[in-house]
């Protein structure tokens, strides 16, 4: 079975541009969670949707948003993008909300913002 | 709110010797623990968690990990290192603020293995 998959792997933009990233859950998987991870740090969770609803936000700003579509993939959407978005962006799926359900990560997508 | 705490950002081990990663967690409820292990450009991936019930966990790839409440630590061993355990490696608690739903990472412990 196909992991978690994220797309692009890589981008480059600039400071004040948008930028979307793409998420597709392990097949069954009904829950699907984001995770900044800049340099150094370990990840800081953003969001966290459920049947197509969010159910869990981290403390960033409102520039950050995402959504989950029927088929549970999941876009993350980052407005006038700032030098400090600049970081590894992880998706993990789950089966459920608890954390009982392993959560498995993709590969990432790495944002620099120049 | 919850925190993690990993003490060394590098740890040095040769080939074959003890690996001990340690861990402090803070939480107001009860936690969930987890240690993750990431390698150069990939996800994280799942060494071992604890939940409730036993407190010495066994994970993958001879890791094991003992929650001991009285000293709020979660330190991560395994008896003897290879070269392949070489990685990044990240002790998480859930995020009891948001239901036990999100999980709250520590900076991270970079293990090298010298031959």
């Known amino acids: 079975d196909a992991g978690v998959t994220q797309s692009p792997t890589h981008l480059i933009k600039t400071r004040g541009q948008h930028v979307t990233l793409r998420c597709s859950p392990i097949?069954?998987?009904?829950?699907v969670s984001w995770y900044q991870q800049v340099l150094g740090q370990g990840p800081q969770f953003i969001f966290q949707?459920?049947?197509?609803?969010?159910?869990g936000r981290g403390n960033f700003p409102d520039r950050f948003s995402a959504r989950q579509f029927p088929n549970y993939s999941s876009e993350l959407n980052v407005n006038a993008l700032l030098l400090g978005d600049s970081a590894l962006y992880l998706c993990?799926?789950?089966?459920?909300?608890?954390?009982?359900?392993?959560?498995?990560f993709g590969p990432g997508t790495r944002l620099t913002v120049t | 709110a919850q925190s993690v705490t990993q003490l060394g950002s590098h740890v040095s081990v040769s080939e074959g010797a003890l690996v001990l990663l340690r861990c402090n967690y803070s939480?107001?409820?009860?936690?969930?623990l987890f240690w993750y292990v990431q390698y150069p450009n990939q996800g994280l991936q799942l060494l071992l968690k604890?939940?409730?019930?036993?407190?010495l966990v066994k994970g993958i790839n001879g890791f094991e990990a003992e929650f001991k409440k009285s000293e709020t630590s979660f330190h991560l061993t395994k008896p003897s290192a290879h070269m392949s355990d070489a990685a990044e490696y990240f002790c998480?608690?859930?995020?009891?603020?948001?239901?036990?739903?999100?999980?709250?990472f520590g900076s991270g412990t970079r293990l090298q293995v010298q031959p």
């Open positions: 604890y939940t409730t019930g036993a407190t």
């Open positions: 097949s069954g998987h009904k829950s």
């Open positions: 949707y459920y049947e197509k609803e969010e159910r």
């Open positions: 998480a608690v859930s995020a009891g603020d948001t239901g036990r739903r999100a999980l709250t």
């Open positions: 939480s107001s409820v009860p936690p969930y």
């Open positions: 993990a799926s789950s089966q459920g909300l608890a954390l009982t359900y392993e959560q498995y």
